[in-house]
């Protein structure tokens, strides 16, 4: 289990920065074209929110590759289709439970649920952030 917990623990701490990296960079990329794309003078709030989703997505993409690239490198999974299926049912925490890790690795799948559970609470922290700073739900404007 240490070899997990340690495994898990680099991991997460990975996604963590790539997460930070991710945001800010859809944060400069959403105000880069909000600032060059406006139809009327003003700023696009689809562009920018749609800059953001699709960010937000890639992302959180990436995270799930990383978690099942490190399966195949454990050996966990033969194939990258079931590693990268089992990846994102793992970290979304769906867990269809019609594929599950061995038992010797249930932990890092475990770690790997949280960990998703984590980042995609903080990506809708994120989402509704830009909705109301720069998007169609301005503060004070529609609510």
Do not use: K, Q
């Not at 680099?10 to 930070?20: G, K, N, Q, R, Y």
């Not at 945001?23 to 929110?49: C, E, F, K, Q, Y």
């Amino acid at each position: 289990m240490a070899l997990e917990l340690t495994i898990g623990t680099l991991i997460i701490s990975l996604t963590v920065v790539i997460h930070t990296v991710g945001l800010i960079g859809i944060t400069d990329l959403m105000n880069w074209l909000a600032d060059r794309v406006r139809p009327g003078g003003h700023r696009s709030r689809l562009l920018a929110m749609n800059t953001v989703v699709l960010g937000i997505f890639a992302v959180l993409s990436v995270e799930v590759w990383l978690w099942a690239a490190c399966y195949i490198a454990l050996g966990v999974f033969d194939d990258l289709h079931t590693a990268l299926y089992f990846s994102t049912s793992t970290f979304s925490t769906v867990g269809y439970g019609d594929i599950v890790a061995a038992e010797e690795w249930r932990m890092l799948a475990a770690l790997e649920s949280v960990n998703g559970f984590l980042l995609i609470g903080w990506s809708t922290a994120y989402l509704v952030t830009a909705s109301i700073r720069v998007g169609p739900f301005r503060s004070g404007e529609d609510f």
